[in-house]
């Protein structure tokens, strides 16, 4: 391993660089509207499953928000967002709304705004919600609702129905007809 060492002017050169490199990142960053990324993990376990998400803020500024779940099996999801400003600023506007990078439907815009997914069918396994957005002056809140219902499988789909003709069968089977004798 060769190492260079940086001596009187060559030392102070680099670091002058290196400063004013420093300084320019931290101006950028002051200059951009303030923003603020949040995750959050939804419990999602059984197969029949309602979960309440949301978020709120105190200030204004851009936001976007994602919302990690695990399915434990495959099944359908319908996803309701919305967010109602009772002054104009005590609003979100939501800019972008995404399951799994899938844009949902805007259903509404304006004070009440609702954002929307419908019988979308998802695999078993993670997922992942995507909320983008800004608030008003003084803040606002928006929230949803995810909806799960599990599909059975084709493989247990074809055992039931194997099953049911498993009963008819025998039921079928056990028919004889009875005779009787008088001695």
Known sequence: ???KVLTGTQ????MRKFAVAFGAAVSALAVTAPA???TFVLNVDQPTDSVHFGNSTNKYKYFYDFFNFDLPKQGIVDINISSFANRPWLDVVLTKVTLDGNLLT???SGPHEIWSGKDIFLGEGSH???VYGR???RGGTYAGDLNYTAVPEPAAWAMMISGFGFVGAMMRRRR???SVRYA
């Not at 030392?11 to 680099?14: A, D, L, R, S, V």
């Open 176 to 178: 004889t007809k009875l």
């Open 128 to 130: 992942q919600l995507f």
């Open 36 to 38: 603020s990324a949040a």
């Open 11 to 14: 030392g102070f050169n680099h």
């Open 135 to 137: 608030s008003g002056s």
């Open 106 to 108: 805007r259903l509404a």
């Open 1 to 3: 391993m060769i190492t």
